[in-house]
């Protein structure tokens, strides 16, 4: 269901949302759209801890590897990873009011309405407020223009980081990923090793095994096919792509290739964000 910004105004949206970062990064604006394939310019992006009450989005399909970089940068900046795709899994197995209008949604392939998803945003930072928290790394909002401007509309974004990885290699990733039906690790089994040719750089992605307690306990997702994986990355560049066109014309548009795995990607996308790790740090200095 749509949502008005009328109807917006009349959602208690968490004072969080209100508050201005006079911390910031200097302007928003002042952010210039990069690409990234296999080097990057910097950004003029804060690197001090007293300044990491950073407010940013991170955009690109599904199984690309939004959750494991957000998360790592959310370590690292001292900000919640807040992942629209969680607040919906964990609101489907509580006893919340929304969790039965979700139900139904979701059994019948249907996209969560704006409405829902922001009910379920705001309660998040509130949540979150109470807390003491500052800033946020959101993951899987905004998916579409209409998300966007209702965002733009309560809040300043700073940055908005654009993932992209090579389709030979996004399916061969979504297709090996795992879950131990035990402990609810995440693992792949895939082992990505793209040659290059006619100009496109090749790239290889080492496997994420499980250890050996979990490898006999191993499930693949049953929506984790590539008819289904296919029509995942349609729909997501049918709904999505204008979303970055929105940023990319507001200059706030960080567009980065993942050249590789963790260990070839982290590292190169601290560089783009002018960020340091001090684990990377030793690790090189090792």
């Known amino acids: 269901m749509a949502v008005s910004l009328r109807a917006i105004r009349n959602i208690r949206f968490s004072s969080f949302l209100y508050r201005a970062l006079s911390s910031s990064l200097s302007s928003g604006a002042d952010l210039k759209s990069s690409a990234f394939f296999g080097h990057s310019k910097s950004?003029?992006?804060?690197?001090?801890?007293?300044?990491?009450?950073?407010?940013?989005?991170?955009?690109?399909?599904?199984?690309?590897?939004?959750?494991?970089?957000?998360?790592?940068?959310?370590?690292?900046?001292?900000?919640?990873?807040?992942?629209?795709?969680?607040?919906?899994r964990e609101e489907l197995n509580s006893s919340g009011p929304l969790a039965s209008q979700l139900e139904e949604v979701v059994n019948q392939g249907q996209l969560v309405s704006d409405e829902i998803i922001i009910n379920l945003l705001s309660k998040r930072l509130e949540a979150g407020e109470a807390k003491g928290e500052s800033g946020f790394i959101l993951d899987g909002f905004p998916r579409t223009i209409r998300q966007a401007e209702i965002l733009e509309g309560v809040t300043d974004i700073d940055l908005v980081v654009n993932l992209k990885l090579q389709e030979e290699a996004l399916l061969a990733k979504c297709l090996g990923r795992r879950i131990c039906s035990e402990c609810g690790g995440n693992y792949n089994v895939a082992s990505i090793d793209i040659k290059g040719e006619n100009?496109?750089?090749?790239?290889?992605?080492?496997?994420?095994?499980?250890?050996?307690?979990?490898?006999?306990?191993?499930?693949?997702?049953?929506?984790?096919?590539?008819?289904?994986?296919?029509?995942?990355?349609?729909?997501?560049?049918?709904?999505?792509?204008?979303?970055?066109?929105?940023?990319?014309?507001?200059?706030?548009?960080?567009?980065?290739?993942?050249?590789?795995?963790?260990?070839?990607?982290?590292?190169?996308?601290?560089?783009?964000?002018?960020?340091?790790?001090?684990?990377?740090?030793?690790?090189?200095?090792?």
């Open 43 to 88: 950004l003029p992006l804060r690197a001090e801890p007293k300044d990491r009450n950073v407010q940013w989005v991170f955009l690109g399909c599904p199984g690309v590897g939004k959750g494991t970089y957000a998360s790592r940068l959310s370590n690292l900046l001292g900000v919640p990873h807040i992942a629209t795709g969680d607040l919906v």
């Open 199 to 286: 100009g496109k750089p090749g790239m290889y992605m080492a496997p994420l095994l499980p250890p050996p307690h979990c490898a006999s306990k191993l499930i693949q997702r049953s929506d984790d096919t590539e008819e289904v994986v296919k029509e995942r990355l349609r729909v997501y560049n049918e709904m999505s792509r204008p979303v970055e066109e929105f940023y990319r014309q507001r200059g706030k548009l960080l567009e980065f290739t993942l050249p590789g795995g963790i260990p070839e990607s982290w590292p190169k996308l601290l560089q783009a964000l002018n960020l340091e790790d001090p684990e990377v740090k030793q690790s090189a200095a090792a």
